[in-house]
């Protein structure tokens, strides 16, 4: 019955928006998905291990005054976003309670699922780093996974600090940095302003935003897509090399991955905490192996099959339009009625699926 209702209500909002016109939007301060799915206990969508965390920048240790943070250990880094998420709380209280809606919630739930899916890990073998008879905790600088993964958690939060949202001096966060490879990544503020400019500014706006009282919910997913994207170009152009660790399934998955990514945005996919768990339960929860008859996994859902076919079709119109379809997709996507019908097709097929 409610698939009739979102179908219904796709088709009311089609032909009653072109007579309200787009700028009569009485609603700006509301998420674009207003109704909120039943679930029985929020804490049940959490990441993994997510109440061993830290809550707050006290939880980290201290040298000379700074809080040192080891970016290379699940726990420390899981952490960073529940301080962040934490701190942030306050500006989404507006949208719902139990800061369900703060859009920043994509971020560790996807970090939890490379965790408990093993991506974190040392995909070279060479150590036992991030493997679960070995130091399951800690995070490999040879994953591509938490590479990618660098880039959306060290740049969102130290941003945060250098924004305010953290009420501490900006000076005052160290990140470590990993045993190899230091000249791809940066460890504080000031460094990776000047590393990564675009993406540090991006990040810094979209923290502008979300103090401002005007801001919409649009608005806030807006710029938090926009930084997403700027970071992620960052990890495309100098982690490429590491797919070759992986199987040629688990490599394709990765770069398909990154490039439904990059469709996501422009739809401003509300990357809320119900709405990223029930989207993660469609990704694969395990590493590809090359033996895997991709997309008909025995042990993955229909749901998880059905995503590595999609974003591998995707790929392939990708590929072969030259780019073109990603145009017009972004072009459609500035239309605020297409964006909703988008929205609320994945919506249905979401909860087809769970
Ligand atoms: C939700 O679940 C957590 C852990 O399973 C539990 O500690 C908490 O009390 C539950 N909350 C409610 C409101 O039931
Ligand atoms: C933030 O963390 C503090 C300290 O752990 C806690 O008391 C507070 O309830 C948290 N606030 C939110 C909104 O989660
Ligand atoms: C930031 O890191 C750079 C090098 O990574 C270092 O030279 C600089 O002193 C650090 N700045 C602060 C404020 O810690």
């Known amino acids: 019955m409610t698939f009739h209702l979102s179908w219904v209500s796709v088709i009311v909002g089609c032909i009653s928006a072109p007579l309200v016109g787009t700028t009569s939007n009485s609603d700006l301060h509301l998420p674009l998905w207003k109704e909120i799915p039943v679930v ?30 080891n970016s290379w250990h699940y726990l420390e880094r899981q952490g960073t976003y529940k301080v962040l998420l934490n701190a942030t709380a306050k500006y989404f209280e507006k949208f719902a309670p139990e800061n369900e809606q703060n859009i920043l919630w994509g971020l560790p ?14 995909p070279t073998r060479k150590t036992d780093c991030g493997h ?59 460094s990776c302003r000047s ?35 700027s970071s992620l ?34 739809l401003l996919f509300p990357t809320t905490l119900v709405r990223t768990n029930e989207f993660q ?15 008909f996994i025995s042990d993955f859902t ?15 119109v990708h590929k072969y339009t030259g780019t073109l379809s ?4 972004k072009t459609l996507m500035m239309s605020k009625i297409a964006r909703e019908l988008f929205l609320e097709i994945l919506e249905i097929v979401l909860h087809y699926f769970n």
């Open 233 to 266: 170009e960052v990890v495309h152009k100098n982690f490429q090399n590491r797919l070759r660790y992986y199987s040629k399934q688990e490599a394709d998955f990765g770069r398909n991955w990154a490039l439904f990514a990059d469709y996501l945005a422009p």
């Open 281 to 295: 339960k469609g990704l694969p929860t395990r590493i590809l192996l090359s033996s895997d008859p991709a997309p």
């Open 132 to 190: 679960k008879a070995g130091d399951s905790l800690c995070i490999s600088v040879d994953s591509w996974w938490a590479d990618l993964n660098f880039y959306l958690s060290a740049m969102p939060f130290l941003a945060a600090v250098d924004s305010g949202i953290m009420g501490i001096p900006s000076d005052k966060i160290t990140l470590l940095p990993p045993y190899k490879d230091q000249m791809s990544f940066c460890f504080n503020v000031s």
């Open 40 to 69: 029985s206990n929020l804490s049940d969508a959490y990441p993994p291990l997510w109440k061993d965390c830290p809550d707050q920048l006290s939880d980290y240790k201290k040298e000379n005054g700074k809080y040192i943070i």
């Open 302 to 316: 229909v749901f998880q099959n059905s995503v590595l076919i999609a974003v591998n079709l995707l790929h392939i």
């Open 326 to 329: 990603f145009i017009v997709w």
């Open 109 to 122: 739930i996807f970090h939890g699922w490379q965790y408990h899916t093993g991506r974190l890990a040392d």
């Open 195 to 229: 590393s990564f400019p675009e993406a540090m500014k991006k990040w810094n706006e979209f923290y502008q935003h979300l103090k401002s009282d005007s801001s919409s919910f649009d608005d806030l997913l807006k710029s938090l897509w926009a930084a997403h994207v």
